[in-house]
């Protein structure tokens, strides 16, 4: 992958799936520049929990992930959550679900107002969503990856979602997710797709198991200046033109921070002198989830994963996750006004209250919900329920989240991980939005589903949530079991932190590019997103020269 050195054109920090696409892209630009890319992690091309879809279980809490773990939270019964991460070239698609969704309309519109430049709303950012999909990952439908692949309970769920008043909509990735809308994955032919082959790095010089330390920086005509990286082991790397973080929502603050740029009195808790001033790790935001598993009826009937063979022998049934439709839902206005004036009420900042108010319409994609055919999304949420074909279960996420966390350090080395603090369940919007998410949940199993589930099968100690729970009985489960839907964003926001250039304020030289840089919550998977934002970043930075 290109030859070793020490001074290159562009240095990327970060070769997770941003990285590895700018890296990528500006090494094929018309100058062909020399281009170095820094990753923490090994290369997992051919690591076995990198070969199938179901081995994606398995790469959480494995060698291919940061393992985080947030600090407690407070509005989630002061529990401190686990939070993925990938470490390895090619970073989130290398232990991700796959799950292929562009997002709303609505909220990259809201981007590009926010940040006054259309280039960031979703007319702006699709014809990169389309030379992605067009030109270097495959994204299909469940029945697209194979004929054969129509899992035994599709009808029945699709009937389900109807009979709430959902409309069918086909592709969920038009702009408008808002009912529901066929699962779209990005396996092919049942193999991940990982950035750093989907992406050709022939020309790009690739470090692995190599920690950047900082960005080093030099005050040049009264700016600062990025000169280089200084990797963990003290060598130090030199850009003659840019240095680009792309080291994900939860690293590229840290490395910011460590490099002396960062809001001042943090700084200088921890002693790295202050090279600027900005809100960097502010504006976090993560999707909160919650899973659910609900016992079968009959588990000889063949409708989950795990039991006896049946259809689910057919190797089809592999290709991919075990699921048919994605829902997306917009919660009636009336249900979030008062909860807006409750949240204004009680200090949120005004940037906030404008942000919830927008919120109220109707195109807005609040909750979003997958019912899929192992128990609540098994291992992810329910570990207590048996993955023997006896559950189906569900996950459910507020997509639009009012709350809003902080990246942080707690010292001035790169070995030591970031602090995180998502602040989740912090706004009565987020909690108004998971009840509604809940008892639409509820009903549609007990007037649709009841033939065919026996119960809910929560986590001990919890009883079975029947529709008609209260609020205090959703609260307290969602306090106890909610957790990240691995969606985070905004640590080093667009418009406070780096420009619409994507450069950081009041620096030379040195650039942003990853989901780090979503002013708002975008209502989808992240990954789609950080593709569009890299390959506009690399026509952003080739034209810049």
Request: charged share 20%; with cysteine; proline share 6%.
């Amino acid at each position: 992958m290109g030859s070793h050195k020490d001074t290159f054109d562009y240095i990327v920090v970060g070769g997770g799936l941003a990285g590895c696409t700018l890296a990528s892209l500006l090494s094929k630009s018309a100058s062909a520049p020399s281009v170095l890319l820094i990753e923490a992690g090994a290369d997992a091309s051919k690591h076995p929990l990198t070969q199938a879809p179901l081995a994606c279980f398995g790469a959480h809490k494995s060698d291919l992930d940061w393992n985080y773990t947030t600090v407690p939270q407070p509005h989630l019964n002061d529990r401190s959550l686990y939070n993925a991460a990938g470490k390895a070239l090619g970073g989130g698609s290398v232990t991700n679900y796959a799950s292929w969704t562009r997002g709303s309309k609505f909220d990259y519109d809201r981007w590009g107002d926010v940040v006054g430049d259309d280039r960031w709303s979703y007319n702006g950012l699709l014809p990169y969503f389309e030379k992605i999909e067009k030109e270097y990952i495959t994204a299909v439908t469940i029945l697209e990856s194979s004929p054969n692949r129509k899992y035994p309970l599709r009808d029945r769920i699709l009937q389900a979602w109807q009979d709430l008043g959902l409309q069918s909509i086909g592709s969920a990735n038009t702009g408008n997710p808002i009912g529901i809308g066929e699962f779209v994955e990005n396996w092919k032919d049942g193999k991940r797709q990982i950035a750093s082959n989907a992406f050709d790095l022939s020309s790009v010089t690739v470090l692995t198991e190599t920690v950047a330390q900082k960005v080093v920086l030099e005050e040049q005509q009264g700016k600062v200046t990025a000169k280089g990286v200084q990797v963990e082991d003290g060598r130090q790397f030199l850009a003659i033109k840019e240095v680009i973080v792309s080291a994900g929502a939860y690293r590229t603050p840290q490395i910011l921070l460590l490099s002396g740029i960062g809001p001042a009195e943090d700084l200088k808790k921890v002693g790295i002198p202050v090279q600027l001033d900005l809100p960097v790790g502010q504006n976090f935001h993560d999707h909160l989830s919650v899973g659910f598993a609900w016992k079968l009826k009959d588990p000889a009937a063949g409708f989950a994963m795990g039991g006896a063979a049946g259809p689910w022998a057919d190797p089809a049934y592999q290709l991919g996750l075990p699921a048919d439709w994605i829902v997306t839902e917009n919660v009636p206005s009336q249900i979030l006004e008062e909860a807006a004036r409750t949240d204004a009420a009680t200090g949120s900042s005004e940037a906030a209250q404008k942000y919830a108010t927008s919120l109220l319409d109707a195109k807005a994609a609040h909750l979003e919900t997958v019912i899929i055919y192992v128990p609540g999304g098994q291992p992810l949420t329910n570990t207590h329920v048996p993955f023997d074909g006896t559950h189906i279960g569900a996950i459910m996420g507020v997509m639009s989240p009012t709350s809003r966390g902080k990246i942080s350090i707690s010292s001035a080395s790169a070995l030591d991980p970031p602090v995180i603090d998502p602040n989740f369940n912090a706004t009565e919007v987020d909690r108004r939005l998971m009840r509604y998410g809940f008892r639409r949940l509820l009903k549609l199993v007990k007037d649709s589903l009841s033939d065919v589930v026996e119960s809910e099968n929560p986590p001990p100690p919890f009883q079975a949530l029947p529709d008609g729970s209260s609020d205090s009985e959703i609260d307290e489960r969602v306090r106890s079991e909610g957790r990240t839907f691995f969606h985070a964003g905004g640590s080093a926001s667009m418009g406070s932190v780096v420009d619409t250039e994507l450069r950081v304020i009041g620096t030379n030289g040195l650039r942003v590019v990853d989901a780090s840089v979503l002013p708002v919550s975008i209502g989808g998977h992240y990954q789609v997103a950080t593709y569009a934002i890299a390959a506009q970043a690399a026509d952003i930075i080739a034209r810049a020269g």
